[in-house]
């Protein structure tokens, strides 16, 4: 085995990185080039635990992937939700005492609420109104979701994140685009 | 050896590490946490090549560490002083056919030109003059720097990053925090 291979199955054998973590998550299977806009929306990225991150490793299932493992660290629903929405073919593994205790595909679910905001300025969900965004899944790959207020269409590359419930950014991220 | 030494052996061991690579750029010993902005301000988390990411990784030298391993890149000068900016501990190394070509200890330059902005609004370089950013270092751990324009004084995690000369974010880091 040459060294390519080498480094090619050390980032892709599941079970060997799995291995690895005492307790913890392990998110596996996310699209390629995904994984730092998952930790920053469900801000894992705040996280003091350690982490270990695979970008754009090769994977015959998918072309390239991005793999996450957080040590001591369980999701909960909102984040669940996020990357299901940013990465539909994930699929999230609870570690306890290095053993996988569940191993679950995230569906993306039916309605989207709060997560994602309406780019529509006019939307009433945009308004001084108390009214919380909401969207219908029309298609899951590619996704394609419908404000239930406006009806105003969004693919995946359109849509622009909420992330109003989250503690407020550390200044060291502070970085003007 | 127990489990948990083999995890943070695999995890500090950097002749390991590097020896993974073929070709590309090690950045190593990383302030602890600071691995995703660096790689959200130098735009590498833009490139669509083989990334491994270790954070809060356990250091002797530092208490915790970030590590990040990218293969097929090699870093151009202002990604150097963003994150000697950043991360004023850091070391550098070049890898070509699995081996350590060059490896440097990234100083901070005397005087941070454009790559941050002054939060003064009344400042000079805010205004619509062709006047560029430009900072004294005072001190250098912690980090210490001056507006050479209106005098005011930052630390490390009161500075706004600028990337005017970065292309803009693809669409899918458009997060609203």
Chains 1, 2 share one sequence.
Not at 52 to 59: A, L, M
Not at 92 to 106: A, D, F, Q, R, T
Not at 128 to 134: G, L, M, T, V, Y
Request: glycine share 4%; net charge positive.
């Amino acid at each position: 085995m040459n060294k390519d291979s080498l480094i090619n199955r050390n980032m892709s054998e599941d079970k060997l990185r799995i291995d690895k973590i005492k307790k913890g998550t392990v998110i596996d299977h996310i699209t390629g080039g995904y994984a730092l806009t998952i930790l920053n929306l469900t801000g894992l990225d705040e996280s003091p635990n350690l982490m270990t991150i695979g970008i754009n490793v090769s994977s015959n299932k998918f072309q390239k992937k991005d793999i996450i493992k957080i040590e001591g660290v369980f999701l909960n629903e909102t984040q669940m939700q996020q990357i299901s929405i940013l990465s539909p073919n994930n699929s999230i593994s609870l570690i306890e005492n290095y053993k996988v205790i569940e191993k679950k595909k995230v569906k993306i679910p039916k309605v989207i609420k709060k997560l994602v905001l309406c780019a529509n300025k006019t939307c009433i969900s945009n308004s001084d109104e108390p009214i919380d965004s909401e969207f219908s899944v029309l298609e899951e790959k590619p996704l394609k979701i419908q404000c239930v207020y406006c009806n105003r269409m969004y693919k995946l590359d359109e849509i622009t994140f909420s992330s109003k419930g989250k503690t407020e950014k550390r200044v060291k991220q502070r970085i003007i685009l």
